[in-house]
């Protein structure tokens, strides 16, 4: 529903290069798009600086708000996470239908 929040949970994450200091230097992007293909919000740098790699944890989350208007169903969402460093990433996409 409009102004629910939505988790996304990576759990189990491994592989990241991590530097002598401890830190790892991810880029990961969110995008949400309607059926007609409209961008309803876009974030291409949530990670602009280094992260210490221990405070990653075991998991990583994001979370998504819908915000109230009239959308075409159903809401693509793209997610990706990309090691710099390494150049490898993990991507996943899933459809989200808004009710009101």
């Known amino acids: 529903m409009p102004d629910e929040k939505i988790y996304l949970l990576i759990e189990g994450t491994k592989g990241f290069t991590i530097d002598d200091n401890g830190m790892t230097s991810l ?41 109230k208007g009239s959308v075409k169903n159903p809401i693509t969402c793209g997610f990706k996470i990309h090691d710099r460093q390494s150049n490898k990433y993990l991507e996943t996409c899933f459809k989200l239908t808004v009710t009101n």
């Not at 949530?46 to 989350?61: H, M, R, S």
């Open 27 to 67: 880029k990961d992007s969110i995008s949400l798009t309607d059926a007609y293909g409209k961008i309803l919000t876009s974030n291409e740098n949530l990670f602009p600086e280094l992260v210490i790699a221990t405070n990653l944890g075991d998991q990583l989350y994001r979370s998504i708000t819908m915000s």
